[in-house]
């Protein structure tokens, strides 16, 4: 699959995702079946210096006592290391077993994400907002071909996910969320409702941008949305608990409308 160059310049995210393989591959070493780049990278939306990389790293059972610490070592190494991608490297490890049967059965995986340590944790249904993706949009790295691993999963139940992780995304949001949290929940809703509306997915950008036409009201939001966003990385993140009561009601009227 071609992958479109980085549409916002900058250093280029390929040597990051190179070190990442390597390492995984080398602190996996024969339990790693295949791994897979999905996201912003793999769709040419990526925005350097704010985007994230995604990865699916598919193992030949779940990730157990002797494994989750030598990738939590791997992990944090990378981070110090690179300091600009600290909190911005997110790997999902999962069996090859546990996600032939992800539509119907829940599964151990160990994460990790931005704002979140690496952890092991139960992967239910939801976790379809994940495997969709990245059986949709994945580049192989290594292994085999991405839809033989993952089962087709039809529209319906990703839209299904999508209305039910919209649908709590406000009660996840903390009274004192910082500017780039509450970017990320706005943003988030504009691609939830857009999927909903249109039964497709597009970009953060290029939902909000449908988003500020679409809610004129709350175009303003949206705009100083994207430029939280922006400067989330920058050292003096500002206090946001003044436009959390907005950020909330924002996502609560997403919500409604996407059950509409």
């Known amino acids: 699959m071609a992958v479109?160059?980085?549409?916002?310049?900058?250093?280029?995210?390929?040597?990051?995702?190179?070190?990442?393989?390597?390492?995984?591959?080398r602190d996996a070493g024969s339990s790693l079946v295949g791994l897979y780049l999905f996201g912003s990278l793999a769709t040419g939306d990526f925005e350097a210096g704010v985007s994230d990389?995604?990865?699916?790293?598919?193992?030949?059972?779940?990730?157990?006592?002797?494994?989750?610490?030598?990738?939590?070592?791997?992990?944090?190494?990378?981070?110090?290391?690179?300091?600009?991608?600290?909190?911005?490297?997110?790997?999902?490890?999962?069996?090859?077993?546990?996600?032939?049967?992800?539509?119907?059965?829940?599964?151990?995986?160990?994460?990790?994400?931005?704002?979140a340590p690496f952890q092991v944790l139960e992967a239910g249904r939801d976790w379809v907002l994940t495997w969709y993706p990245a059986r949709e949009d994945g580049v192989r790295l290594?292994?085999?071909p991405v839809d033989m691993l993952i089962?087709?999963?039809?529209?319906?139940?990703?839209a299904g996910a999508v209305r039910r992780s919209l649908a709590g995304l406000g009660d996840r949001i903390p009274d004192d969320a910082r500017p780039g949290s509450q970017a990320y929940a706005i943003l988030t809703a504009c691609r939830a409702l857009y999927a909903v509306r249109f039964g497709e997915r597009r970009s953060k950008r290029a939902a909000a941008a449908w988003a500020q036409r679409e809610l004129p009201h709350r175009a303003d939001l949206v705009r100083?949305?994207?430029?939280?966003?922006?400067?989330?990385?920058?050292?003096?993140?500002p206090d946001g608990s003044a436009t959390v009561a907005e950020t909330r009601s924002f996502v609560a009227e997403l919500a409604r409308l996407a059950l509409g």
């Open 151 to 158: 089962p087709p999963i039809p529209w319906a139940e990703f």
């Open 142 to 144: 290594l292994g085999p």
């Open 4 to 25: 479109t160059p980085d549409p916002a310049g900058g250093a280029s995210p390929w040597p990051m995702v190179d070190e990442v393989r390597e390492a995984v591959v």
């Open 53 to 115: 990389l995604d990865l699916l790293a598919v193992l030949a059972s779940d990730p157990d006592e002797r494994l989750v610490p030598a990738l939590g070592r791997m992990h944090a190494d990378l981070a110090q290391d690179h300091p600009a991608w600290d909190d911005r490297i997110e790997v999902v490890y999962i069996s090859r077993e546990g996600l032939a049967s992800c539509r119907t059965d829940p599964a151990t995986i160990a994460v990790i994400s931005s704002g």
């Open 224 to 237: 100083r949305a994207l430029g939280w966003r922006r400067r989330q990385w920058e050292p003096e993140d």
